[in-house]
């Protein structure tokens, strides 16, 4: 059984390109978060998305966009890529129902310059 | 914004020793999980609690739950250089599906 999976594992960007990511949920998941994790902070909610919609949203600029597809599968978008914007991106699959835990990927390191 | 605190945020203990960390928050949540992650890794579920009162243990790991003081600890049993690894909890808002992380304690296991 697949885990959850994100790709790419590592990207460098410049400031002011645009950057997708994206994610496949574990299998029977239909639930997609997205976090950002800062080196040596704890993963920030960016947003969620169910049924082709988002849920829930974090306290991220608009620049952060995202879309999840019929077979549940999710993508992030950044535009504008700012240097702040160097983290660790981590998606997290679950069931839809409030609460239930999280399994995350092994996340797509960023680098902005 | 509910706030989550961590600490201590560095740990470093010996091998076979005690130690509990723990994880403080800001508001009313009715479900708190603890997470690990080993470096440049993702993160791994080791507890869910859900109650007020809630124990979980696994191995050398214990995790409970105080709701009412919004506290919860995880408590080290006899470390091993295993357990080294830097440990999230996480609070689920009262009302919604957002989690929120703690900055983290990073443990390291000296033998």
């Known amino acids: 059984d697949a885990g959850v999976t994100q790709s790419p594992t590592h990207l460098i960007k410049t400031r002011g390109q645009q950057v997708t990511l994206r994610c496949s949920p574990k299998?029977?998941?239909?639930?997609v978060s997205w976090y950002q994790q800062a080196l040596g902070q704890g993963p920030q909610f960016i947003f969620q998305y169910y049924e082709e919609e988002e849920r829930q949203r974090g306290n991220f600029p608009d620049r952060f966009s995202g879309h999840q597809f019929p077979n549940y599968s999710s993508e992030l978008n950044v535009n504008a890529l700012l240097l702040g914007d160097s983290a660790l991106y981590l998606c997290?699959?679950?069931?839809?129902?409030?609460?239930?835990?999280?399994?995350f990927g092994s996340g797509t390191q960023l680098s902005v310059l | 914004e509910l706030k989550v605190e961590q600490n201590p945020l560095f740990l470093s203990m010996q091998e076979g020793k005690n130690y509990t960390i723990y994880c403080n928050y800001s508001?009313?949540?009715?479900?708190l999980y603890w997470y690990r992650q080993d470096p440049g890794k993702s993160l791994e579920s080791l507890f869910v609690?859900?109650?007020?009162?809630a124990v979980k243990q696994e191995g050398r790991l214990m995790a409970s739950l105080d709701t009412k003081a919004r506290l919860s600890t995880l408590h080290i049993t006899a470390a091993v250089h295993d357990l080294s690894a830097t440990y999230f909890c996480?609070?689920?808002?009262?009302?919604?599906?957002?989690?929120?992380f703690g900055t983290g304690t990073s443990l390291t296991v000296i033998p």
């Open positions: 508001t009313t949540s009715d479900r």
């Open positions: 997290a699959s679950s069931l839809a129902d409030r609460g239930r835990k999280l399994f």
């Open positions: 609690l859900l109650s007020n009162g």
């Open positions: 299998s029977g998941h239909d639930t």
């Open positions: 996480a609070v689920l808002e009262y009302t919604g599906n957002q989690f929120y």
